[in-house]
């Protein structure tokens, strides 16, 4: 096997962050140009640089729905693959990921709480998600610590058992509530991302960038707590106060994103999983990496999301978790001994 | 002279489980320093002690004339280094770029490396003679050659003073007589403070010049390896009664368990 572990400098970082951006960039502008109504890459340039009061046909679809959704698309797939990315390193585990964790799951309850207790989106059901985030990783921490600190095992199986009583605990509250919008929250469970305003975006995007910003500020003494936390420490790293820093930051994130776009699951497994293999595992370079390509991979999975079926569209949950719980099955084979 | 280290009534539980109690010792700049004893004895809670990671309930410990307490972090990591007992990452990391870790205690706020830290990580790694493995993945070394990996990331972090967990332990005979003479010649050229927890008497015997032998965290024996190694202390710390004579190559003492 060779390894991509050619020295992380500062011109690498920035070498392989432009080419994600352009990436991102350009699967932003396919997820603008197709749909339902074929625009065209072009014509969906012409509009996105004519601004919104553009008159070209189809600018008020772009500028209405596709790029919103597009950005929403972006920004949920950066914060679930940096997600994804922080939860392996601090875990030691390359299997922990937001959703398989039950994290997404604890946001999700508190997210539908919110909803039905009739709060606004902002700031209600995030505090809300915020919390339900927070509670899972609490109880699944509990559940794995104790003699065999956050082994491998004993935290998969605590992150299942916490998730299929978190669907459980979903169900109860949508059967009891009887309410009329049922079926969005339903949709919206299998990762929908659905209409959202520009001031909606800009929230989250203030909520989440400066997430990401402490995740890279961290980033090196991540690498060195992957060798060990006693290693860590005696290499100056205060590994506690790094520990509860991305611990927070990386659920915050991930619950004000799953409060917007529901269970996109396996993100977080997918992308790392194929940035490390490509780019070697030092994280000041997988966490820009993680970030940008992560929103592409995830506005082309909404993409295909709403262009595959031949009426409607099914929720971009389906199509990562189409793609990601096969690699989870092949990652969790090739670590048995 | 001022010693390395300086341990005065140390004492440290966990829980209600005395580990170390009223340890104290004094470790010169410049020694090569076993600490041995049976298993609980207290040997890697004192490393932790040393290190900082663990703070002692009762009792002082300083560092080259300082308290452990008036360290900063990144001030203590750039005086100490820890070769841990070995493990490999869960993620794959290469030689180079573990032992440039090393440098994180002499690096800026994003953790970058500047063209020093290069060079010196390719020092660590030429003086455990790895130079031809520098750019493989950590895994597919041998445990010898990991072992070097680890020592050579703890040189890196030009510490005065090196702590090693059993660092022996899972090598064969060949690699353990490696890894001792390394540590030997790096003490020496280096003028490094070494401090070896060891379960095998007779190579520590060869290497240290100076010993501690614990039993159920107190001191049994403190001195040279010959003051150390006597029936009469092993049959203490160990409960069993072995024979001690001359290794045929040098004035240090050899152990030999007896048939019967």
Redesign the interface.
Known sequence: MTCPHAHVTPMRVLTVSAGLSLLLALSVVAAVSFGSSEIGPAAAWRAITGGPGAEEAGAAIVWRLRLPRALLAAISGASLSLGGLVFQALLRNPLAEPYILGISGGSAIGAITGILLGLAHFPGVSLFAFAGALATLGLILAMSAGRSLFQRDALLLSGVMVNAFCAALIMFLLTLSQDGRLHSILFWLMGNLGPIGFGQLGLLAALVVPCFAAIFLLAHPMNLMLLGRELAASSGVPVRVVTIALLVAASLMVSVTVSHCGLVGFVGLVVPHLLRMRLGSDHRLLVPACILGGGAFVVVCDLLARVLPEQGEMPAGVITAMIGAPLFMYLLRRSRP | MIPAVAGTDLSFAYGRQAVIENLSLEIAEGDFFAVIGPNGSGKTTLL?LI?G?LAPQAGDIAVFGRPLAGYR??E???R???V?QG?V??????V???VR??R??H?G?????AAED?DQAARAIAAVGLDALA???LD?LSGGEQQRVWIARALC?QPRLM?LDEPTAALDMGHQLQIMRLLARLRRERRMTVVMVSHDLNLAAMFATRMLLLNNGRMVCSGTPKEVLQPAHIRTAYGCQVLVDRHPQGDFPRLTLPVR
């Open positions: 932790r290190l990671s972090r990144r203590l990591a750039r100490i280094a820890l841990p493990s990452p869960v993620f794959s990391f290469a180079e770029e573990i870790m090393g994180a205690p690096l706020l994003l953790g970058f490396e290069v750019r493989r993945p597919q972090q702590l």
